[in-house]
């Protein structure tokens, strides 16, 4: 599976960004996005079921972003609302098949910067 992000940005505190994964050459099972900032480990922010749309959050971005994809384009969304200088993180998408349980393919990252 090949993943493309983009829409990462700079961005004023409150603000809003939309990120997008366009994935190619394999089915999808599921996808999610995970966010990073230097020295720090890897954070799981969302992920949806690309059959039926279940969707999971962390807490931290509950209620502020929202995970949605259209299957007519094999494209995933990140609605990012809300946003907080904490926020601030290169974001990447990534994408677990159906025989799997960990998240095998990975984008290469967008950055989201939200100043304060």
């Known amino acids: 599976v090949q993943l493309q992000a983009s829409g990462g940005g700079l961005v004023q505190a409150g603000g809003s960004l939309r990120l997008s994964c366009a994935a190619s050459g394999h089915s999808v099972y599921v996808m999610g996005w995970f966010r990073q900032t230097p020295g720090k480990e890897r954070e799981y922010v969302a992920q949806i079921s690309w059959s039926i749309g279940t969707t999971y959050y962390a807490d931290s971005v509950k209620g502020r972003f929202t995970i949605s994809r259209d299957n007519t384009k094999n494209t995933g969304y990140l609605q990012m609302n809300s946003l907080e200088p904490e926020d601030t993180a290169v974001y990447y998408c990534?994408?677990?098949?159906?025989?799997?349980?960990?998240?095998?393919?990975w984008g290469q990252g967008t950055q989201v910067t939200v100043s304060s």
């Open positions: 990534a994408v677990r098949n159906a025989n799997s349980r960990s998240f095998d393919y």
